[in-house]
C-alpha cells in the first residue's frame, strides 16, 4: 500500500469534510440505524406475541431463538465477505473490471453461503434437540421447543439469501433500499403474525416470522438489478 502511494492517494482532509460527502455518510448511516431499530422492533414483537400463548411458549421460543441468532452469527461471514468484495467492486475506476469483480463476489459468496445454510439445517436436524436440552432442564420447556424446532431447521433457507443481500447492499452503500425493504417487510409481519397466529397459534407465529424473512429477501432482490446498472453509468 506504501508503494503505491498510500491511504493519501484517495483521501485527503479536505474531502473528508466536503460537505456532499459529509451528507452522503449520514444518509447512509441513518438509514442503516433507522432499518436496525426497524429489525429490533420486529424481534420484539415476535418475543411479544409469543407470550399470548403462555410462559412455557414463551420460554420455549427464547430458547429457539438463540439458535435462530446463532444461524445469524454462522452466516454473517460470508455476508462480510461479500461487503468487502462488493465495496472493492464498486469502488475500481474501471468499470467493466469492477462489474466482473461484482458478479464475481455475488456469486461466490452466494455459493458459500448457501453450504453453509445447508450445513446449519442438518446441524439443528441432528442436535437440536440435545442443544435446547442444554439450554433448559425444564421439561414442559424442551417438550415445547420440540413442536416448533422444526422451524428453526428450516429456518437458514429462509434467512441465508436475506443476509447475504444485506451484505451486498451495505457493499454497495445502498443503505436506503435496506431501509425500504425493512419499510415493506416489516408491516406485512406484523398483519401476518396476528393473522396467523390467531389461527394457527404459535405455529402460526413461526410461520409469519419466516415469510418476514422472505419478504425482505424479495425486495432487496428486486432491487439488486439497480447495483449492476450502477457500473454502467461510471
Not at 450445513?119 to 441432528?126: D, E, K, T
Not at 435496506?178 to 393473522?195: K, Q
Request: hydrophobic share 55%; glycine share 10%.
Amino acid at each position: 500500500m506504501a508503494r503505491n502511494g498510500g491511504i493519501a492517494v484517495d483521501w485527503s482532509l479536505a474531502r473528508l469534510l466536503a460537505p456532499a460527502m459529509l451528507a452522503r455518510t449520514l444518509s447512509v448511516n441513518r438509514d442503516i440505524f433507522l432499518r436496525t431499530v426497524l429489525l429490533a422492533f420486529c424481534f420484539a414483537w415476535f418475543v411479544q406475541q409469543g407470550g399470548r400463548f403462555g410462559d412455557v411458549t414463551l420460554a420455549a421460543n427464547q430458547t429457539l431463538l438463540q439458535l435462530f441468532l446463532f444461524t445469524g452469527l454462522a452466516l454473517d461471514g460470508t455476508a462480510i465477505a461479500a461487503e468487502a468484495l462488493v465495496g472493492q467492486a464498486v469502488g475500481d475506476r474501471d468499470p467493466v473490471r469492477g462489474l466482473g469483480r461484482y458478479r464475481a463476489a455475488v456469486r461466490r459468496t452466494f455459493i458459500v453461503a448457501g453450504v453453509g445454510a445447508l450445513a446449519c439445517v442438518a446441524f439443528y436436524a441432528v442436535f437440536g434437540t440435545a442443544i435446547v436440552a442444554l439450554l433448559t432442564p425444564d421439561g414442559a420447556i424442551r417438550e415445547a421447543a420440540a413442536r416448533y424446532m422444526p422451524w428453526v431447521i428450516l429456518s437458514p433457507l429462509a434467512v441465508v439469501v436475506g443476509f447475504q443481500l444485506d451484505g451486498i447492499f451495505i457493499g454497495a452503500t445502498r443503505a436506503r433500499e435496506m431501509r425500504d425493504s425493512m419499510f415493506l417487510a416489516g408491516p406485512l409481519f406484523l398483519a401476518a403474525s396476528v393473522m396467523l397466529a390467531g389461527s394457527y397459534g404459535n405455529h402460526g407465529l413461526w410461520a409469519a416470522f419466516m415469510l418476514y424473512f422472505l419478504l425482505r429477501a424479495a425486495s432487496l432482490g428486486a432491487w439488486l438489478p439497480g447495483i449492476r446498472k450502477e457500473f454502467a453509468q461510471v
